[in-house]
């Protein structure tokens, strides 16, 4: 099994007749999932997707795949395939966009409309569509195309075949293998099973679910455990779940309509997605069900239900501000119950749990997948991984889609089930593969790093930056000032300090202000007149002083003014 | 059941006869355990543990209980009884002693040889212990004591009955009912029937596992997952799990022998708690299996087990510097296998994630809860309960250890074995419950706060600060120095801008200096001299320049030096 180093240089320039395959996102994550093919000298793009930071990117909005190592070439694309419209498929497409608006966008009829709304909110509006359902061929380029239906926690998602001179790639996207799913769209094995007897070169899989036993439980089989919260309901029911997804609202529209209730839906993203899934049909509203928020909340609380985003504990959904009784016209009582009908993604725990607790502090009935079957994966388990393996049985793999421990996982269920371990090619983001000849092999790395959104800046944030933030926030800051006299060179005022996130009380530093000035004399004393050189010595001062009398690093922010 | 209602006021004094139960920690989070008795007007304190702070107190190193209620009162305290040896319950202890060093302590064996151990480092000898047993009563003031026999995830814990002339209380401390415990050391379910017969008057019990349905799985369970495992592994075994899992640790040391491997410890707690367990007999360590950790590198790989601490990937343990190839003499190589032997603490997923990938990353086989029956809870599950609270046949419940999602979970279950509903309180943290003629009822409020331990500050650092931190965490800040001549009272410096975690070029500012000058200019000329209303215009100026421009909302220090 190739691992990647981190010695690898820059890959040399593809071989004729050879693709290749630059990773810009979602192999070592999941989220921002993008993937370049490169065959003769043109590109074709595998989603376009933004990763949600956790811990260690404070503050920021969104991660972006990093465009560097195909922004002198983005004249070359093709197309950009999305394999289905989850944001972290489709979300960074706007910014790849904003640097080349007339990349061919092709994708389901449900990814593209959801994509759709993205890029009018983002004001761009001039783009060229290509809707494909499973079965089409269509080439661009050097690439030939051909889609087959997958199965996944939104409808419409599609795997792709990618056939160049080089062989023939198939990449899942991002599925699992429900065999009973509610709109009877099942992962196409009799496809899978077609294109192995043709040969697949090249087997990208999703990797999310590996490191799991077993088989993903049935979307369906959510359907019975909602109908009895419901039956055992008697007061207003509240469901969370993600805003794309539409098999789960449909029963929770089926289970409100069996027992006598309207549902309204809460949050922007849960309006407006549901709104295009109902226009293309793939929403069955049943009739009279769906009100306004508002006038749902005209109706007795047991004929209440409200479908609503921040199943992820986000600070600012709906059902944070209904946790803290914060919310304009929901008010949680003492028997309501609160369904977060939704996965629990690593790093949002405390936040969930806040939200959790906060419901039950009101006296609210709170089900969630840790006590309940209210919640399945919309990703295949090691058992679906293996069918797909047997029944491909692909000559080379790449794992996508996951942390390395999920891409390790996926590997070693390849290899299990003949793949030779030399060809099960593990690659972080950037580091390139080339198919040549029918085998895959590492061919080098490139340029590959986080590029964040805060605010309206994009990729201004740097790693240091965050580096800062950590400190700031763990530490807070000592912030010294001096005036120097610009005509005598002497030190004229100060030393004011200031802290933050250190302790309450200015009167901490008393102590350290006669050292500060006889450490900047000793050194004027000393011919030193250079204004860094100072803010070093007060640097120094300040930060033995707050190690020995505290035991605390802070950040230590010594300014020189001249006045 | 009764709630806790923020307009809670101070409780009035106790009347004549009844017991007062004040929790200062545990009750609405998971740490920080500490319930205070009143009875007579003399107090017992149960526990006094820390909690381990999470995102929401950033830079902390420990969280107290909150004295205040009876910082006053220390030298009516007749006793500290410790339940078990865990952080969560004695590690506070020293804090408390600070106060009042000769604070008598009871506890089992084990408990308090571990608490010593912990006194010591902090410097305190000076201490009086009563060491007690199963079945062993003894009096302090009012206060008549019993302890029982309890089942935890280290040995020797205890859960204690307090009878006074207000009744009957049992307080569970920590427990689970593994039928089949390593050291045969069962739940003492006759003594709890026995009380039970008596009539136990208040129950307190433990809520962590109250929402896990069944039963939690023997820690027998674990020893053939290990010794499949072990057969596998056919080089370095590393394996992770808390210092003070004395029967964890034991299974490992089983399992090395069974399989010819030598054993180190790694990680100064492992070694220290290690040691006490074996020199006090809780620990059996077969002849030559243990050595030194320099003289296992001295093996070859596949006699090689660590035993190690950083089970929940605790950023300097050393299994995160294992995981980073920044160990001294650990280098891991492809083909080790580690097993993380422990619970997933909510909240520390992406540092457990970060260690499991960079160990994988290397090539290791990472072998966890997610993945294998490595680890089982040290509570009582939903099942367990119900069972505790047959065999009790309790008259008022009181849950404890946990958040309010798991103290209603419990209450519920109290309920559904016949406790009426108003027998059942749920209080937290400084919700003062009187037991009054064999009815317990909330009877007010008082003072209970985080208290910090951050470096050597106790208490210092405030809620304001946890505030500063998280904004200059997620922002940054920005810094605007102006120099006011104290002659003049006119500017004559500045403004000179800094900026941390927000932007990485100091260039970014050039646009708002003059802004700035003219703003101050103008209130100046608008008469304002005084140094506080200036800053409020720096403020005001370069903040709505930065949500303009930038969409976001750093903190903005602005600062008026006289020189």
Redesign the interface.
């Known amino acids: 099994m190739s691992?990647?180093h981190p010695e690898l240089s820059a890959p040399a320039p593809l071989e004729k007749g050879a693709l290749r395959v630059i990773p810009l996102g979602g192999l070592?994550e999941v989220g921002r999932n993008m993937t370049v093919f490169e065959y003769d000298d043109r590109l074709l793009i595998v989603d376009c997707g933004v990763l949600f930071p956790?811990?260690?990117h404070?503050?920021v909005d969104l991660i972006l795949p990093d465009f560097a190592a195909i922004r002198d070439r983005l004249d070359k694309v093709e197309a950009l395939v999305l394999t289905h419209g989850h944001e972290d498929h489709i979300g960074a497409t706007p910014y790849l966009l904003r640097e080349r608006g007339d990349i061919p966008l092709v994708g389901s009829e449900l990814t593209l409309a959801l994509l759709g709304s993205k890029l009018r909110e983002h004001r761009l509006k001039e783009t060229v569509h290509h809707v494909v359902r499973e079965g089409d061929r269509i080439s661009f380029g050097p690439f030939e195309l051909e889609f087959v239906a997958v199965n996944h926690s939104i409808p419409d998602a599609l795997a792709v075949v990618i056939r160049t001179g080089a062989g023939l790639v198939l990449h899942t996207g991002d599925f699992k293998m429900d065999q009973l799913p509610l709109d009877g769209r099942i992962t196409d094995l009799r496809a899978f099973a077609r294109l192995g007897e043709e040969g697949v070169d090249l087997f990208l899989t999703d990797s999310t679910n590996a490191?799991?036993?077993g088989f993903t439980t049935s979307e369906q089989n959510i359907g019975p455990v909602l109908d009895r919260v419901f039956h055992q309901s008697k007061q207003r029911l509240i469901v969370a779940c993600f805003a794309s997804h539409v098999h789960r609202v449909q029963q929770v529209l089926d289970a409100a309509v069996a027992h006598g209730r309207k549902v309204a839906y809460v949050g922007r993203s849960m309006v407006r997605n549901m709104q295009i899934a109902h226009d293309l049909g793939y929403l069955t509203v049943p009739p009279g069900v769906l009100v306004d928020a508002k006038d749902l909340a005209e109706l007795p609380p047991e004929r209440q239900v409200l479908v609503s985003t921040g199943s992820q504990g986000e600070p600012l959904s709906a059902l944070s501000r209904i946790a803290q009784r914060n919310h304009h016209f929901v008010h949680i009582e003492?028997g309501d119950t609160v369904i977060l009908a939704s996965s629990l993604i690593?790093?949002n725990?405390?936040a969930v749990?806040r939200v959790?607790?906060g419901l039950?502090?009101w006296?609210a009935n709170?089900v969630h997948k840790?006590?309940a079957l209210v919640h399945v994966s919309g990703h295949a388990s090691a058992g679906e991984l293996l069918y797909c393996y047997n029944i491909v049985k692909p000559r080379n793999v790449l794992p996508v889609h996951g942390?390395?421990?999920h891409m390790?996982?996926n590997a070693e269920l390849a290899k299990a089930t003949g793949v030779p371990a030399d060809r099960v090619v593990i690659a972080e983001d950037g580091v390139v593969v080339d198919l040549v000849d029918g085998v895959a092999k590492i061919a080098g790395k490139v340029e590959c790093g986080y590029v964040f959104v805060?605010?309206?800046?994009i990729g201004?944030?740097?790693e240091?930056?965050?580096k800062?933030?950590?400190i700031?926030?763990?530490?807070?800051?000592i912030?010294v000032?001096l005036?120097v006299?610009?005509v005598t060179g002497k030190v004229?005022?100060?030393p004011?300090i200031?802290a933050?996130?250190?302790?309450?009380?200015d009167s901490t530093f008393d102590a350290i202000r006669q050292p500060i000035i006889d450490a900047i004399d000793q050194a004027i004393a000393d011919g030193v007149d250079d204004s860094y050189q100072l803010q070093q010595t007060v640097r120094r001062v300040v930060g033995r002083w707050v190690n020995k009398?505290?035991?605390?690093r802070p950040?230590i922010?010594p300014?020189v003014?001249?006045?």
């Open positions: 691992h990647p070592g956790e811990d260690h404070p503050g490191e799991v036993p003492e690593p790093g725990e405390n749990y959790i607790n039950a502090r006296g709170v840790g006590n942390e390395i421990r390790r996982a805060d605010g309206s800046s201004d944030i740097s240091a930056s965050m800062d933030r950590r700031l926030g763990e530490e807070g800051f912030s000032i005036v006299d610009s004229s005022g100060g004011e200031h933050r996130g250190f302790a309450e009380d009398t505290h035991r605390r950040m922010i300014v003014v001249e006045a």
